[in-house]
């Protein structure tokens, strides 16, 4: 048989295969990052990435795939759309209501896709006897979003997240590197046009120009990926959300086209999200509730962080008593946190309580937000 055709023919058993096996996007390029690997490099240089120091530490994998699998010819590239509820901004008129990303709503797609990929791994070893491969989904040093593009599976909008035409943009990418040169796919066109929805939205202005995002603004960045205290400046614009954000995808005209998976592995986890009651959560009661949940990678101390900032933000008085409680957590990054919070609801009354409640304070994180409080109300 000719050698191409008979590529063409393992590739379609590969490719059925991967629609078999729950991805619902494929495509394949080459492994040059070009233009795109350059805007990584002057990303990361204006300080963009933040405290997501593997970002910089990964610069020359991330630019050049050679790096993670020596000899690389292509880069099989894979969608998996997670669209298990519909959304809108109504969630911001529920302030005693946490907000979760829709993604971190059903259970953790690395646990769900790493599964797939190796299977079908196994298929393209099978096709390509002998073939090297590596497989990657979200963690990995490598670019995913231009590979993809590049790759057919949708173009980078300007909230610099891919999409398509036809299934909005609420999808995971994930990649199978192949040392063998396969047919490439054609690259996806642009349809963002003079849009500006995601730009204008954005309630930390976070995406600083079409397509570039500053990470250390961005509510995604500021509840899930940043370890330490939350910058005061951003509290207020964060609101009710508590993981992630989905703002710029919301509003994202094409994603009225989004259609639901019918994936059943995409399970709704607990999505009770009462603020009041996550607030006074033990380690027991954390790891029952996100078991299989994107959410326990912020550990209790990081989502108890961001819940009292959405407390702070629910002009609710009757969370006051809740948050006098939690000022005894044992984490110093949420009683940081929770001081603010009664700042926010109770303002120069919540003077005294903390002088009482602190005396005994040591931590200097919690110690800088009493004397924030005070500075706030001095005069008062
Ligand atoms: C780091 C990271 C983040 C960071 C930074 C996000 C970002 N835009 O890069 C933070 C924590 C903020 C984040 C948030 C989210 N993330 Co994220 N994240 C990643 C990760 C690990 C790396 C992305 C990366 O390389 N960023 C570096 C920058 C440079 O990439 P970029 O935005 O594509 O940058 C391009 C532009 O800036 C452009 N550019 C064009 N012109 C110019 C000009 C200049 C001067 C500059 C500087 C740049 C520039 O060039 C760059 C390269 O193409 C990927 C997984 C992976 N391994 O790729 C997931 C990934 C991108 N995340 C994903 C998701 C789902 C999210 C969230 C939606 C989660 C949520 N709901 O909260 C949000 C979306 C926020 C947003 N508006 O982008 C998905 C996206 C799927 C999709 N459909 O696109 C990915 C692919 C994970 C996955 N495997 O599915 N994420
Ligand atoms: S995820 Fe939220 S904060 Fe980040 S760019 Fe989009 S709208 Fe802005
Ligand atoms: S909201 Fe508009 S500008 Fe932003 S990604 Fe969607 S189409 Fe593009």
């Known amino acids: 048989m000719n050698i191409d055709l008979e590529k063409t023919n393992k590739l379609k058993i590969i490719e059925e295969q991967a629609y078999a096996l729950g991805f619902n996007g494929f495509g394949i390029t080459h492994p040059e990052t070009g233009k795109a690997g350059e805007n990584f490099?002057?990303?990361?240089?204006?300080?963009?990435?933040?405290?997501?120091?593997?970002?910089?530490?990964?610069?020359?994998?991330?630019?050049?795939?050679?790096?993670?699998?020596e000899g690389v010819k292509s880069i099989i590239c894979l969608r998996t759309n997670y669209l298990t509820a519909e959304k809108g901004m109504d969630f911001l008129d529920f302030p005693e209501i946490g907000d979760v990303s829709l993604y971190a709503l059903n259970t953790d797609y690395h646990d769900i896709i790493t599964p797939r990929l190796k299977d079908l791994e196994k298929i393209i070893q099978k096709e390509f006897?002998?073939?090297?491969?590596?497989?990657?989904?979200?963690?990995?040093?490598?670019?995913?979003?231009?590979?993809?593009?590049?790759?057919?599976?949708?173009?980078?909008?300007?909230?610099?997240?891919?999409?398509?035409?036809?299934?909005?943009?609420?999808?995971?990418?994930?990649?199978?590197?192949?040392?063998?040169?396969?047919?490439?796919?054609?690259?996806?066109e642009n349809h963002c046009g003079t849009c500006r929805s995601c730009i204008d939205i954005c309630p930390t202005d976070a995406i600083v120009a079409p397509y570039v995002l500053d990470s250390q603004k961005c509510i995604s960045y500021l509840t899930i990926e940043l370890k330490g205290v939350i910058p005061t400046e951003f509290r207020k614009a964060i609101g009710n959300r508590i993981y992630g954000c989905d703002d710029c995808q919301i509003v994202c005209p094409w994603n009225t086209y989004a259609v639901r998976t019918e994936e059943p592995a995409f399970k709704s986890v607990d999505s009770n999200f009462l603020l009041t009651e996550l607030i006074l959560m033990n380690d027991e009661e954390f790891r029952k509730k996100f078991k299989g949940s994107p959410i326990?990678?912020?550990?209790r101390r990081g989502l108890l962080r961001n819940v009292a900032v959405a407390l702070g933000n629910s002009q609710n008085p009757e969370a006051i008593p809740f948050l006098v409680k939690a000022l005894d957590d044992k984490e110093p990054l949420v009683r940081a946190h929770i001081v603010w919070a009664l700042g926010e609801l109770m303002q120069s009354e919540c003077i005294p309580l903390l002088g009482e409640k602190l005396a005994q304070e040591e931590e200097p994180i919690v110690l800088r937000e009493i004397e924030a409080v005070r500075e706030q109300f001095i005069g008062e």
């Open 296 to 299: 326990k990678r912020v550990k």
């Open 41 to 69: 490099s002057k990303w990361l240089n204006l300080g963009y990435a933040g405290d997501m120091g593997y970002m910089a530490r990964g610069e020359e994998k991330r630019r050049d795939p050679n790096l993670v699998l």
């Open 129 to 188: 006897h002998g073939c090297k491969t590596k497989i990657y989904v979200d963690t990995g040093p490598i670019l995913e979003k231009p590979l993809a593009e590049q790759a057919g599976l949708g173009w980078i909008g300007k909230h610099t997240n891919l999409l398509t035409k036809e299934i909005g943009s609420w999808y995971f990418l994930s990649e199978i590197l192949v040392d063998v040169a396969l047919p490439e796919s054609k690259a996806a």
